[in-house]
């Protein structure tokens, strides 16, 4: 393979080759990249309704046994 290149211009090995890969990967680089968004915003929302859940939760507690106090 190094031989193949080896006789390339400069611009065959770095630009043709890497547009050729995005051409035929292009699409599952893009969902790949697409996947990974969706999957960290997900967990984002996920932790921020399970801080919200225990906030809620706290605050409740919190006025509740201070109803139980008098």
């Known amino acids: 393979m190094r031989e193949i290149f080896a006789?390339?211009?400069w611009?065959?090995?770095w630009v043709?080759?890497?547009v050729i890969a995005l051409v035929v990967f292009g699409g599952?680089?893009?969902s790949v990249v697409g996947?990974?968004?969706g999957l960290l915003f997900k967990l984002l929302v996920f932790?921020?309704?399970?801080g919200g859940l225990i906030?809620?939760?706290?605050?409740?507690?919190s006025s509740s046994s201070s109803h139980?106090?008098?």
């Open 7 to 9: 006789g390339m211009p």
């Open 11 to 13: 611009w065959v090995k």
């Open 16 to 18: 043709a080759v890497p």
């Open 28 to 30: 599952l680089i893009a």
């Open 35 to 37: 996947f990974v968004i």
């Open 47 to 50: 932790v921020a309704l399970v």
């Open 55 to 61: 906030f809620v939760v706290r605050k409740f507690m």
């Open 68 to 70: 139980s106090d008098w």
